[in-house]
């Protein structure tokens, strides 16, 4: 190692090695980044992207139904007979059965319930308003009375079983709809109802006004009343509320037990409905319990919660889903598919239904995350 020598001839100190730069000090969680350090910062999406997306997603469904009618109409097997006017009042008149117990589950849906029972409950009222005019010969005043009365007082049932005594809403209302089953086949002893019906409840339930089956209006003036309810009062708000989180609700002074057992009368009003339009539509009743009618009227009801408020059962979002499935049907049926089709495209859609509805309500709950 050599030295060097200072002015005065004596050694000189080598020079000091330059010291390292003082490593950063870690920050605290949640502490705002120094000014020495780099941030990546993901830029937003636009919001033209936001609304794009948005919107794509409520309204996904009506594209879906534009594009299933488009299909039929030009596949070669139905397009004789889908795209004609006969069959769309066929299509429709045949639906508001369906739409009407859609409606009927969604309000029980909204506030977090299922109601298996509506689809008896509709039998039950038709059997019974065509039994009463066909048996004892009551007037058709009568028996829509008595038909409506029972659906409300098997909603009432529901309702306090449920929302007072606390019981499963899936195992209560399975229990009802098994019991009026029986009570469906101890009242027709199995044979179907079709004598002295009356004429009138026939012609609404077959007759056109401006093209349009009659029964359609009726259904049409529900789902509006039942849009306003949800959609524009503090009742329906509330049901909403009791829906997505029940204990939040209760403590901030919403009924948690009187709302829901309004909802599950007013369900059963609307299937009591259901039953006196299903009496006017076959002329007459049969000894069906009315299963078959309750799973496309479920599907219809998540499907509808996939659409136009993504995540939240809706009224215009049930109908866009009956009409969904009701062409899908109707196309494959005039395309010549086999019995088996039909039960299989309902239990799909359902499937599908369930699992998209559940997602987006969730993702919803994460704040769209």
Same mark, same amino acid.
């Given at each position: 190692? @050599?030295?060097?020598?200072?002015?005065?001839?004596?050694?000189?100190?080598?020079?000091?090695?330059? !010291?390292?730069?003082?490593?950063?000090?870690?920050?605290?969680?949640?502490?705002?980044? $120094?000014?020495?350090?780099?941030?990546?910062?993901?830029?937003?999406?636009?919001?033209?992207?936001?609304?794009?997306?948005?919107?794509?997603?409520? /309204?996904?469904?009506?594209?879906?139904? =534009?594009?299933?009618?488009?299909?039929?109409?030009?596949?070669?097997?139905?397009?004789?007979?889908?795209?004609?006017?006969?069959?769309?009042?066929?299509?429709?008149?045949?639906?508001?059965?369906?739409?009407?117990?859609?409606?009927?589950?969604? +309000?029980?849906?909204?506030?977090?319930?299922?109601?298996?029972? &509506?689809?008896? @409950?509709?039998?039950?009222?038709?059997?019974?308003?065509?039994?009463?005019?066909?048996?004892?010969? $009551?007037?058709?005043?009568?028996?829509?009375?008595?038909?409506?009365?029972?659906?409300?007082?098997?909603?009432? +049932?529901?309702?306090?079983?449920?929302?007072?005594?606390?019981?499963?809403?899936?195992?209560?209302?399975?229990?009802?709809?098994?019991?009026?089953?029986?009570?469906?086949?101890? /009242?027709?002893?199995?044979?179907?109802?079709?004598?002295?019906?009356?004429?009138?409840?026939?012609?609404?339930?077959?007759?056109?006004?401006?093209?349009?089956?009659?029964?359609? %209006?009726?259904?049409?003036?529900?789902?509006?009343?039942?849009? %306003? +309810?949800?959609?524009?009062?503090? %009742?329906?708000?509330?049901? /909403?509320?009791?829906? !997505?989180?029940?204990?939040?609700?209760?403590?901030?002074?919403?009924?948690?037990?009187? /709302?829901?057992?309004?909802?599950? =009368?007013?369900?059963?009003?609307? $299937?009591? &409905?259901?039953?006196?339009?299903?009496?006017?539509?076959?002329?007459?009743?049969?000894?069906?319990?009315?299963?078959?009618?309750?799973?496309?009227?479920?599907?219809? +009801?998540?499907?509808?919660?996939?659409?136009?408020?993504?995540?939240?059962?809706?009224?215009?979002?049930?109908?866009?889903? &009956?009409?969904?499935?009701?062409?899908?049907?109707?196309?494959?049926?005039?395309?010549?598919?086999?019995?088996? =089709?039909?039960?299989?495209?309902?239990?799909?859609?359902?499937? &599908?239904?369930?699992?998209?509805?559940? %997602?987006?309500?969730?993702?919803?709950?994460?704040?769209?995350?």
């Amino acid at each position: 190692m @050599t030295s060097t020598l200072d002015e005065n001839g004596e050694a000189a100190a080598p020079p000091a090695a330059a !010291e390292p730069a003082p490593a950063p000090s870690p920050q605290p969680p949640g502490a705002p980044p $120094a000014a020495d350090q780099a941030v990546t910062v993901t830029p937003p999406r636009p919001a033209a992207g936001r609304a794009f997306a948005a919107a794509a997603e409520r /309204y996904a469904l009506v594209g879906l139904l =534009v594009a299933v009618a488009l299909f039929f109409c030009f596949l070669p097997a139905s397009s004789a007979t889908f795209p004609t006017a006969a069959n769309l009042r066929i299509l429709t008149a045949n639906q508001t059965v369906t739409l009407l117990l859609a409606l009927a589950t969604l +309000v029980p849906l909204v506030a977090g319930h299922f109601d298996f029972s &509506v689809g008896a @409950t509709a039998a039950t009222a038709s059997v019974l308003c065509g039994g009463l005019m066909q048996n004892h010969h $009551a007037p058709l005043a009568l028996a829509v009375a008595v038909a409506l009365a029972a659906g409300l007082g098997i909603g009432l +049932v529901n309702g306090v079983a449920v929302a007072l005594l606390r019981m499963n809403a899936f195992v209560s209302t399975l229990a009802t709809a098994t019991i009026l089953g029986g009570f469906i086949q101890w /009242y027709t002893h199995g044979r179907a109802i079709s004598n002295n019906i009356s004429p009138s409840l026939i012609d609404f339930g077959s007759t056109t006004w401006l093209g349009i089956p009659q029964p359609a %209006y009726l259904v049409a003036c529900i789902a509006v009343a039942l849009w %306003y +309810v949800l959609g524009q009062t503090p %009742y329906g708000r509330s049901l /909403y509320a009791i829906g !997505e989180n029940p204990r939040a609700a209760r403590l901030i002074g919403i009924s948690t037990r009187g /709302y829901p057992l309004l909802a599950f =009368v007013g369900a059963g009003l609307i $299937a009591g &409905v259901g039953g006196v339009v299903l009496t006017a539509r076959t002329a007459g009743a049969t000894a069906d319990n009315g299963t078959t009618m309750l799973f496309p009227a479920l599907a219809a +009801v998540f499907l509808g919660a996939t659409a136009i408020r993504p995540g939240r059962f809706n009224v215009f979002g049930t109908v866009f889903g &009956v009409a969904l499935v009701a062409v899908s049907v109707s196309g494959l049926t005039l395309a010549g598919a086999s019995d088996w =089709v039909n039960p299989v495209f309902n239990g799909a859609a359902l499937a &599908v239904a369930v699992g998209l509805s559940t %997602y987006l309500r969730r993702r919803a709950g994460r704040g769209g995350d």
